[in-house]
């Protein structure tokens, strides 16, 4: 299964500073989703995007967040504002059935 | 909202041994099922998964076993060996489609020579 990239590794933003997390697919899969891991918890569902339109998302994914797959390759999550507490590991995945996840943004809000 | 549960947070087990990591569900309408393995600093990895058609999947030394009276769902690895040491994270999903995946709290497992 090809590889799902993400970029950076690793951001540290100010709070109050806009973030955007990249992903790169490479596939046509259809079904792309964010997850997120503060350290020492569960992997927590973000949003899922299915033919460039939010599908589902969960109530962590409020006003201050948004997706987008702006040329059909890569899909982008924005922060537009970081608090303290979007401290946390960003995990970009595909899916058919199995989800298949990159190797994950760390955004560290100081 | 616990909806998938992995009540031990560690395991250890000796190199060559069994090892055998539990998890429990509580959505009747979850019909897939699959096991992730996760190192620090990197994204969770596919291991196996299941469909709620079945009570057995095996993948080379990993066996995943469902109990769907139960909702209880195990994985087997064996022989354990030092490179499985992780974390282990169970998930439940609806088979298909875009459905997202419920993750449990997940158990680190330590395989020691």
């Known amino acids: 299964e090809p590889e799902v990239t993400q970029t950076p590794s690793h951001q540290v933003t100010q709070m109050g500073q806009e973030v955007i997390l990249r992903c790169v697919p490479i596939?046509?899969?259809?079904?792309f989703y964010w997850y997120r891991q503060i350290l020492g918890q569960k992997v927590e569902f973000l949003v899922s995007f299915y033919n460039n339109e939010i599908s589902e998302k969960s109530e962590i994914f409020d006003d201050q967040f948004s997706v987008e797959r702006p040329d059909g390759s890569n899909f982008t999550l924005k922060i537009r504002s970081t608090k303290l507490e979007d401290s946390a590991m960003y995990f970009c995945?595909?899916?058919?059935?199995?989800?298949?996840f990159g190797q994950g943004t760390r955004l560290t809000v100081v | 909202d616990q909806q998938v549960k992995q009540n031990s947070p560690s395991l250890s087990v000796q190199e060559g041994r069994i090892s055998i990591l539990n998890c429990d569900y509580t959505n009747s309408m979850f019909d897939y099922f699959l096991w992730y393995k996760k190192y620090p600093a990197e994204g969770p990895t596919f291991l196996i998964s299941i469909s709620s058609i079945k009570d057995k999947n095996e993948d080379g030394r990993f066996t995943v076993f469902l109990n769907k009276s139960a909702k209880h769902l195990s994985l087997h690895i064996v022989p354990s060996q030092p490179g499985d040491s992780a974390v282990y994270f169970c998930?439940?999903?609806?088979?298909?489609?875009?459905?997202?995946?419920?993750f449990g709290a997940g158990t680190r497992l330590a395989v020691h020579p």
């Open positions: 596939s046509n899969h259809l079904y």
């Open positions: 998930a439940a999903s609806h088979l298909g489609g875009y459905n997202k995946l419920i």
């Open positions: 995945a595909k899916k058919n059935t199995e989800a298949f």
